[in-house]
Each structure stands twice: as structure tokens, then as C-alpha cells.
């Protein structure tokens, strides 16, 4: 590329017209048309000069820029890009559909959209995985021109291969990036890797950030670190370890935690009570050690504090204790625990943190707090924002199942729409029938507050194979907007699918 010709700064093109061109002569430039008179050269100049200015452009020798590497992937079709440029105008909730349905068919993202989808990514976090694996190798081209899309270089894509010199020199993100795509290959090794640089990690984030790391894959072999992490002096750190701990129900941390339950867990078949959890003393460090948390300095505590120790220690324990402790299955041990309101809600969380599909079984068709309960009118909010982690261990089939034997007993939209939002998996034909009649008698119910929800959730949601269920008149008028924009976006969701 040429160098851009040189003309005289703003300041002296100023004291120029001040002093007159007869004193001072008027500079060449290159390219610039030719004068028979000095003055009006002096304002081709300024002229040059403003507009300059105003594009944000600086006179310099440009250096080449060097190109991105190649991309093996196909666009997209032009179909399909228009859809894109219709979910970017008006239903940025498709999204992350779209782009994970454009993964999925193996092209790629029309080049002249990738700005807007990583200015869409900086703002809103979540996208950030879907985003840079559609850029692919031009989006990390893109990061090189633009600092404030950098974080397409730190997100793990499939094709990623392990870098030794990444590894040893590469920023925090980009060496968390290059050891996951050693994990995905060699665990082993990648864990040995992570032990060796462990001491030399100076940074508490940057410690949290390698142990994130562990978890695909997570394994016995990883123990040994992770007990290590359990003494480190970021809390964050700490934590971060005793969640992965949680995950390997073998290891001698999962049985200590044991031992240290089953020294408190008192059982009296005699009582009302049934059983009784003792509160840890400040003095047992070891077991404050084994839960992450710090130990307490103040001589007196208060009951609350040593209540929430207690739950702690439930809550990180393996739950065979209670079936081993109470000689009872997961569904008894929580039947027993209903007179000990705070000791169930622990138990709740575990099975939470734990995944387990039977004990999850167990809370969903408890009596007292389980699905038929919170899926009421008037749950209380955290038996509902649990739900979609008690549903994850289970089959999507399941799942679907289980809310479908419930639809006759909902009263309201809106408690119908996040009880649908904790599926989190596709829906079964039979559940959207189910919805499709349900929505159709909305306007037989005396109240008809929260159809937004319910309405953008079956939107989202539904497969939109299924649209032609639904109903094609709104089933109640004042929310008729609501309801023809969620036909609308069942059709556009269609042709996504169709397209890509």
C-alpha cells in the first residue's frame, strides 16, 4: 500500500492564512489539483484536512494486515441469512437457537454479520460459546482489530489442540483454552500438567479459572490437586474445590465428610424426632477444612451461624448417610426429615449439587415440596428456580410426563409458563397437545393474569413442528397481541429449522 500523501497539520495551515501566502508559501501535495493562485491551494489543503478529521482518518504509512486463516466451513444459504437479520431486528431470544442450529449443519455465519453478533456477545455474556464458534477464525481475526471482542480467543471450540507454548507464555484465558483441549484428549496428562504449575500460580481468579478446567472429565486422578485447592487462601478457590470434591463420591473427602456426619447424625425411633443433627464445635478444624469454610475467630456465634454449619455439612455429604443412618430409601428419609423443616432443605440442596436421578425422584413426588406442590399457584419462589436442576438427571420424556399429569390442576398462565420453563429439554408431541388444550380454555378461567409468560415460553419452547395445535384465533382478546406474536414466531422458528 502507498503512503498516504503528507499535508501540513491544522495549525500551520492556520498561522499560513494569518500571515497571508505572500509571506509563507503554500506546501505540493501530491495529488491534489493545481492552482494558479496560492490562497485557494491553502484551502484545498484545509479542506483535505477537515474532512479528514471528521472520517477519523490520520495521515500514516499504512502496514498490511495480515490475513485471517482459512475456514473450511460453508456459509449459510441467503435464506437463512435473512433470518438471521430478522431474529437480530426483532426476536434476539431466537438466537441462540439459530446459531446452534447453524452449528449443527456445519456452515457458517455470513461474514458481514460477524461485527454485530460480537458486539451482541460483549454485551451479553452468555452467547459468548455460541458466537465465537460460529466466527470461527475470522471472529479471532476480528478480536485482533478490535481488543473489546477478545473474548472469542478465550472460548474452547471442538477443533482446539493442545499448545505447549500457549501453555507456558499465553494469557490466563488462553491457557485455561489450550489445557481443556488437553483435557478433552488426555486427561491424565493435562491434570499433571495443572499439578506442576499449581504452586507458581500467583493469582487466586487465575487458580479458580484452571480448576474450571478439571471438570469435563473430572476424575480419581484429580483428587490429590483438589485436596491441595481445599487449603488454598482464596475463598473462591476453596469453594471451587470442595464443588468439584462433591462430584467424586469415592474419594477419601467424601468419606471423611461421611465419618463427620455420621459422628452427628443421632437416630431415636423412640422420639417425635426421629433423629437429630449435632452442631460442629469451632474447635474441629479438620471439618472445617473439608467444607471450605474459614475457621470461626469470635469466641461466641450465634445459633444462626451454627445452624448454617449444619447445612453445610448436609448439604456436601454423600446422601447414602441418610439411607444408610435411617435404614430407608431417599423417599422415606425425606418423610422423616419433615420435622426438621431446615435439615430437609439441605437435603433438597445435596440432591440438587448431586444430580442423582432417584433422589431426585423422591423430592419431585414428595407430598409436602415436591413438583404437584410447587407447581402451584402460590409456590414459593425457591421450590420453583430448583425444579430445572431436579429435572436435569431425569429423561426429557420424563420430564415432559410429569408436568403433562399436572396441567389439569394449574389455574394460571403464569404458573403454567415456569413450570414449562424448568423442562429445559424438547417437548414431547403429547405435552404440546396438552399445552395447546390447556391454552385453548384460557378463557374459561376466571382470572387470565400472566399469559406473556406463558405465551413467550410456549414460543420459545414448543417444537415448532407442532404449531399447527394451537389454536389460530387468541384464546382470550386482550392478550391477542401476545398470542399472534407467538404464532408468528413458531413460523419463523419453522423456517429456521427448514433453512438450516
Given amino acids: 500500500m502507498n503512503p498516504a500523501p503528507e499535508t501540513p497539520d491544522w495549525e500551520h495551515l492556520v498561522s499560513t492564512a494569518l500571515i497571508g501566502t505572500t509571506r509563507r508559501s503554500v506546501a505540493t501535495v501530491a495529488g491534489m489539483p493545481a492552482r494558479d493562485e496560492d490562497a485557494e491551494a491553502l484551502l484545498d489543503l484545509a479542506a483535505l484536512d477537515t474532512i479528514r478529521r471528521q472520517a477519523g482518518y490520520t495521515a500514516h504509512a499504512a502496514t498490511p494486515i495480515a490475513p485471517d486463516a482459512p475456514d473450511p466451513r460453508p456459509r449459510v444459504g441467503d435464506a437463512a441469512a435473512r433470518l438471521l437479520d430478522l431474529v437480530l431486528s426483532s426476536h434476539p431470544d431466537l438466537l441462540p437457537e439459530w446459531l446452534e442450529l447453524a452449528a449443527r449443519s456445519g456452515r457458517g455465519v455470513p461474514y458481514e454479520r460477524l461485527p454485530d453478533l460480537l458486539d451482541r456477545a460483549y454485551r451479553t455474556a452468555v452467547l459468548r460459546p455460541a458466537v465465537a464458534a460460529a466466527a470461527g477464525p475470522r471472529g479471532a481475526w476480528l478480536a485482533g482489530l478490535n481488543p473489546v471482542w477478545s473474548f472469542v480467543t478465550a472460548e474452547p471450540l471442538p477443533g482446539d489442540t493442545f499448545d505447549e507454548e500457549t501453555w507456558k507464555a499465553g494469557g490466563p484465558e488462553e491457557r485455561r483454552r489450550t489445557l481443556l483441549a488437553l483435557r478433552a484428549r488426555d486427561p491424565a496428562t493435562a491434570g499433571t500438567l495443572l499439578a506442576e504449575a499449581w504452586p507458581g500460580e500467583s493469582k487466586a481468579e487465575v487458580r479458580q479459572a484452571l480448576l474450571d478446567a478439571l471438570e469435563p472429565h473430572l476424575g480419581p486422578d484429580d483428587e490429590p490437586l483438589l485436596e491441595t485447592a481445599l487449603d488454598d487462601r482464596g475463598a473462591g478457590v476453596r469453594g471451587r474445590a470442595l464443588a468439584l470434591l462433591s462430584r467424586l463420591p469415592d474419594s477419601a473427602h467424601a468419606h471423611r465428610l461421611r465419618d463427620h456426619l455420621r459422628r452427628r447424625l443421632r437416630v431415636d425411633r423412640d422420639t417425635s424426632w426421629v433423629f437429630e443433627v449435632d452442631t460442629p464445635e469451632a474447635s474441629e478444624t479438620g471439618l472445617f477444612r473439608d467444607l471450605a469454610l474459614a475457621v470461626p ?70 407430598p409436602e415440596i415436591g413438583l404437584a406442590a410447587v407447581a402451584g399457584d402460590d409456590a414459593d419462589g425457591r421450590g420453583r428456580q430448583r425444579l430445572r436442576v431436579l429435572f436435569a438427571p431425569l429423561p426429557a420424556a420424563e420430564r415432559c410426563d410429569r408436568v403433562l399429569a399436572l396441567l389439569e390442576g394449574i389455574t394460571y398462565p403464569e404458573a403454567l409458563g415456569r413450570l414449562l420453563l424448568a423442562i429445559d429439554a424438547p417437548w414431547t408431541p403429547g405435552l404440546s397437545e396438552g399445552v395447546a388444550r390447556w391454552t385453548a380454555r384460557t378463557t374459561e378461567r376466571r382470572r387470565v393474569r400472566g399469559h406473556r409468560l406463558l405465551y413467550e ?16 384465533q387468541a384464546p382470550y382478546e386482550k392478550e391477542a397481541d401476545v398470542y399472534f406474536r407467538l404464532r408468528e414466531t413458531l413460523r419463523l422458528r419453522q423456517d429456521m429449522h427448514k433453512e438450516l
Fill in 297 to 366: 475467630t469470635e469466641t461466641r456465634e450465634s445459633p444462626r451461624e451454627r445452624r448454617e454449619r449444619v447445612q453445610v455439612l448436609i448439604v456436601h455429604t454423600p446422601l447414602d448417610v441418610w439411607t444408610e443412618r435411617l435404614d430407608t430409601d431417599p423417599a422415606g428419609v425425606l418423610a422423616l426429615a419433615a420435622a426438621h423443616p431446615e435439615t430437609r432443605d439441605a437435603l433438597v440442596d445435596a440432591v440438587c449439587l448431586r444430580g442423582d436421578a432417584d433422589w431426585s425422584r423422591a423430592v419431585l413426588d414428595d
Fill in 457 to 472: 415460553t410456549i414460543a420459545a419452547h414448543m417444537p415448532p413442528e407442532h404449531l399447527a395445535l394451537l389454536p389460530e
